[in-house]
């Protein structure tokens, strides 16, 4: 391969491979200047299935800090209350899984009970009055 592409990488050299080649580059050079590192995070990663990965980075010392939508904090409480998510496929037609009671985050389904539930902890179990943002959640 090196002689017929000599620019290939052992991570990957195209498209998101390539992409993620150069942001784990990136971070590497960022852990070992011991850089200020932010992880922000947009839509909905834990349910579908980054929690693990966000937890290591932060008991690992792999970021500073983080600055994300109330989406993941809504939906790691599912995960808290051991509440179901299933993996499903994208194209399934949302009327069809509105029928079962069921929503779709992209080929995340959850039931709508499970929704329902982590409403109520919310509103009946967590200390919180009035209206709030997520940082109070936290």
């Known amino acids: 391969m090196k002689r017929i592409y000599p620019h290939t990488s052992p991570y990957g ?3 998101n491979a390539a992409r993620l ?3 784990c580059t990136l971070y590497r050079r960022m852990v070992d200047d011991d850089a200020t590192i932010c992880l922000t995070m947009a839509g909905a990663l834990t349910p579908a299935g980054m ?3 966000i937890i290591e980075m932060i008991e690992r010392g792999l970021t500073d800090f983080i600055i994300t939508t109330g ?3 809504y939906h790691d409480i599912h995960f808290a209350l051991d509440l179901p998510l299933y993996r499903g496929h994208f194209a399934v037609d949302d009327v069809e899984l509105a029928k079962e009671d069921i929503v779709r985050i992209y080929d995340v389904f959850l039931p709508m009970d ?3 539930e982590t409403d109520r902890y919310i509103q009946e179990d967590m200390d919180l009055e009035g209206a709030f943002s997520t940082a109070e959640i936290h």
């Open 13 to 15: 050299a195209a498209f």
């Open 21 to 23: 080649s150069e942001a």
């Open 51 to 53: 929690g693990g990965g």
């Open 71 to 73: 989406a993941n904090m």
């Open 114 to 116: 499970t929704l329902l």
